[in-house]
């Protein structure tokens, strides 16, 4: 789809956000909103390197947004801005593993950390 859309005024870059955006069903307020609450509202760890445990916990302890690496526990400690996202990126993480894995029972809150 991305192909037959692309012309030289809009990049294949373009075309994909904007797609995703209308997937998700992201709109402009929802983009003021995030930009006004101060961007990122929180981190989330995916994984890390077992020898690198402290650095986890020296930035769960030193960041000023806080640090999520359990969805179903640390869910709780957002505000409802950083709790829209969060709901975005969980919302994103499907439809990726359903476009691009085939697996649409694959689910965010089933997946633990990577610990390599």
Do not use: W
């Amino acid at each position: 789809m991305v192909a037959a859309i692309k012309t030289k005024r809009y990049a294949y870059t373009r075309i994909q956000r904007v797609l995703v955006h209308i997937l998700l069903n992201i709109t402009r307020c929802d983009f003021e909103l995030f930009q006004s609450s101060g961007g990122a509202g929180y981190i989330r760890v995916l994984g890390f390197l077992r020898d690198k445990r402290e650095l986890v916990s020296e930035l769960a302890e030193k960041s000023r947004v806080p640090v999520i690496m359990n969805l179903k526990k640390d869910r709780e400690q957002l505000g409802p801005v950083a709790a829209k996202m969060l709901d975005l990126d969980i919302t994103a993480a499907h439809v990726y593993n359903i476009g691009c894995n085939g697996n649409p029972g694959a689910s965010e809150y089933s997946a633990g950390l990577v610990i390599v």
